[in-house]
């Protein structure tokens, strides 16, 4: 078995999940990978909705949708603006996939990083966007000023949702050193 780095686990979930058509959101658009791969899956009849706050960010996206000969051939916008505001440019239920990458940008400035507060806030909104079988799919960073308290809101807020409505997974890198990243799935049931 290869060594699988939890990006490629989390993409496993998202590739079983996205159908032709469907509405995508990555909430950490970062450096265009989630979103590349969601606007793939979507295609031309889907939209991804991709978030960040930094316009760096979002212009490596930009050209990451444009060298893969990605741009114009399915929707995507490009939205400069906190993830915990999503809802406001998606309707309620109307999801199938929400992708997030939390910490700070690869390559970036590590400063500006994901918070606990708006990352909380971030998770609550896709609950409500996400539709009947969708999937909330969360790669989260510990570490750095803010990480660790992320980690732990995050995963307090994971355990207090219905398990009647959602499924939870969570996989650890239990042998691994330097707290490795945590991909969470998060399924919608009912």
Do not use: W
Request: aromatic share 6%.
């Amino acid at each position: 078995m290869e060594n699988i780095q939890a990006t490629q686990l989390c993409r496993e979930f998202i590739r079983r999940q996205v159908k032709r058509g469907d509405l995508c959101i990555d909430g950490t658009a970062g450096n265009g990978y989630d979103t590349l791969l969601l606007s793939r899956l979507a295609g031309e009849d889907g939209l991804v909705l991709a978030f960040d706050v930094q316009e760096k960010a979002l212009d490596a996206t930009a050209r990451r949708l444009k060298e893969a000969g990605q741009a114009g051939r399915s929707p995507v916008r490009l939205i400069c603006d906190g993830h915990e505001r999503m809802a406001e440019y998606a309707a309620t239920e109307t999801v199938s996939c929400i992708v997030f990458n939390f910490g700070y940008l690869p390559g970036g400035d590590h400063s500006v990083a994901t918070r606990p507060e708006t990352s909380a806030a971030a998770v609550q909104a896709a609950l409500s966007l996400l539709k009947k079988g969708g999937l909330l799919s969360l790669c989260i960073y510990s570490g750095g000023d803010t990480g660790f308290r992320e980690r732990e809101r995050l995963l307090e807020l994971l355990q207090g949702l219905d398990s009647r409505k959602y499924l939870v997974i969570c996989c650890e890198y239990y042998n691994r050193e330097n707290f490795p990243p945590l991909p969470v799935q998060v399924a919608r049931l009912a």
